[in-house]
């Protein structure tokens, strides 16, 4: 079995950070966090996804590190950054809230954007003193707020309790995924991206899915298979723009749509054709320039130009 965890060359391989930290959440949690570009430069904030790590944002980050600091971190039992003995909601908050602590000055401010399980940690942390002094504007990518299991498109059948319990029980297996294959990257493709998905992508895709602990996989997937932010959204006031792809069957475009409509201060929908759910790596410049409009709109000139 590979013990790759992310692909070593080409655009999605990680770039080297300018450094590296670890973050402690509030019950102790250790999070490893990174920093691309420079100081002084505005920031941005980058939370990914369930099974995934920092290595998703890696086209991302090449495209912003010349002109933004880029702040990544592997969410708790992801990547680098242990297991723990708690996850939920709360967890997700927390550790967002502690990683904008670790890099961010008092009273500095970047833009936060979020992949699936990161976009709800973003959700999960709106409202918070903390979360409201740093975040100038957000992005959520691919992801939704409720029902998760119930609106999945991973099994191509009728909606209902059977498709509902079918997919929890897949989504949430502890059957380890094993090495990276041709059938297992098919089946990736099929269930997480678009059909046009070039071989690159997938197999980027499929390594750090796949190097994700079974143990840590599953218990975020019982987290998501209950999440319920929807009251949240009332209070996400910052500027938020939404991205979805029309071809995901993780988290459909209907929980995109439904976020535009319920966000108070919603700045912008965009709805991928042919895109799935791996949105920073199937359209990186989509989510790259969407970051970049946030940040030219939304962080004052003073944030942007701390050198002289």
């Not at 505005?42 to 995934?52: E, I, K, R, Y």
């Not at 039992?77 to 967890?91: C, E, I, K, Q």
């Not at 500095?108 to 959700?123: D, F, L, N, P, Q």
């Amino acid at each position: 079995m590979s013990r790759l965890t992310h692909v070593t060359a080409g655009p999605y391989a990680p770039p080297a950070a300018r450094r590296e930290l670890v973050a402690t959440s509030a019950d102790g949690a250790r999070l490893h966090v990174e920093v691309h570009g420079e100081e002084g430069a505005p920031a941005v904030v980058l939370a990914h996804g369930w099974t995934c790590s920092t290595a998703f944002w890696a086209a991302p980050i090449r495209a912003l590190a010349s002109t933004h600091r880029v702040i990544a971190y592997d969410q708790r039992g992801h990547g680098r950054s242990p297991a723990a003995t708690a996850y939920g909601v709360t967890a997700l908050a927390d550790d967002l809230v502690a990683v904008l602590r670790a890099v961010l000055a008092p009273g500095e401010r970047a833009v936060v954007a979020g992949h699936s399980m990161g976009g709800m940690t973003i959700m999960a942390a709106a409202g918070r003193p903390e979360f409201d002094e740093h975040t100038a504007a957000a992005l959520l990518c691919s992801t939704g707020s409720s029902g998760l299991v119930q609106e999945s498109l991973v099994l191509p059948v009728r909606a209902g309790r059977a498709r509902t319990r079918i997919t929890g029980a897949v989504l949430g297996s502890r059957a380890p995924l094993g090495p990276v294959t041709p059938v297992a990257r098919m089946v990736l493709k099929y269930a997480t991206m678009g059909p046009g998905s070039a071989p690159d992508k997938v197999e980027a895709c499929a390594r750090i899915v796949h190097a994700c602990p079974t143990g840590v996989r599953h218990a975020w997937s019982r987290v998501l298979a209950e999440l319920d932010l929807d009251a949240n959204l009332a209070a996400l006031t910052v500027p938020t723009a939404v991205i979805g792809g029309k071809n995901d069957r993780l988290t459909p475009i209907v929980h995109a749509r439904g976020l535009a409509a319920a966000l108070p201060n919603c700045v912008g929908l965009t709805e991928l054709t042919g895109m799935g759910h791996m949105t920073p790596i199937e359209a990186p410049e989509a989510v790259t320039n969407a970051v970049r409009e946030l940040v030219d709109s939304y962080l004052p000139a003073p944030e942007k130009e701390k050198t002289p």
